[in-house]
């Protein structure tokens, strides 16, 4: 039987280069299938928290358990399984420009396919049925032939999306993933992500410059600045105050990257 919890940190502490320290006495649960969104100003270290939480870095001290393990304990192959079980989607899209959508797509089996595979894989693509199948789920089947640099920024983003569907994890972490897209698109993506996560019982975690799509579409956020967690809290618990604090010396923003207002439905909410 898999723990309840995707996600255990405790007193986790990274300090980078000359003791920059970009996270400090944090702690996190994360239980499977939670969405989450993480907002807080530029530097308050969500990057640094993501990179742990698919582990690309590891603490400098502190416990970060996922799944029950200790990634501590993790390497070579136990620890390519593990990214393996982890889809993250990025800011930049790290698509291959010149290659067909399907390529892109098919990617995100890599970490399941031998090095033969992969390459026979770029010559001759396989599961085709697959890469077709997650860009229908995203709304763009249509372009799974096409060159992926002839598509617009909201597309390549759901062809980012796409491949982490092909990827079949059991944790999404999705890092500022709405920031390069014209903010008409930003509320169509957030809403796609939240239904893959609704329809696959994945557990969704999504760093948010925006606040108002970090208020609107998700029942937890939690609130970073300055490498520490300043509020960890349901969405109809976050205050005007909660977030003068979080943002002083910084602007909040909206989903256009505008000075952030409290909506109307929340003034009275709260």
């Known amino acids: 039987m898999k723990p309840a919890q995707q996600y255990h940190l405790d007193g986790v502490r990274k300090v980078f280069g000359r003791g920059q320290v970009a996270l400090e006495g944090f702690d996190l649960k994360v239980a499977r299938g939670e969405r989450v969104a993480l907002i807080g100003p530029s530097g308050a270290g969500k990057t640094t928290l993501f990179r742990m ?19 501590a304990d993790l390497y070579g192959r136990s620890l390519r399984e593990m990214r393996r079980r982890i889809g993250t989607i990025y800011q930049q899209h790290n698509l291959v420009p010149r290659l067909r959508v399907l390529h892109n797509v098919l990617s995100g089996r890599l970490g399941s396919w031998s090095l033969l595979g992969s390459l026979a894989s770029l010559a001759r693509p396989s599961q085709l049925e697959t890469a077709h ?134 003034r009275t909410a709260v």
């Open 53 to 71: 939480l698919n582990c690309t870095i590891r603490p400098t001290s502190g416990h970060l358990r996922i799944g029950g393990q200790e990634v």
């Open 133 to 266: 199948r997650a860009l229908t789920d995203v709304g763009i089947g249509e372009k799974l032939f096409s060159r992926t640099d002839e598509l617009s920024g909201g597309q390549q983003q759901r062809v980012a999306i796409a491949r982490v569907l092909v990827q079949d994890p059991d944790v999404i972490l999705a890092d500022e993933p709405v920031s390069s897209v014209d903010p008409s698109l930003a509320e169509t993506i957030i809403k796609l992500l939240i239904a893959i996560s609704d329809d696959t019982r994945k557990t969704l975690l999504v760093n948010l410059h925006s606040t108002d799509l970090a208020l609107s579409y998700f029942p937890r956020v939690i609130g970073m600045k300055a490498g520490v967690k300043l509020f960890d809290t349901a969405t109809s618990r976050v205050t005007p105050e909660l977030l003068q604090e979080l943002y002083s010396g910084h602007a909040p923003v909206n989903g256009a990257g505008e000075p952030y207002r409290e909506p109307e439905h929340r």
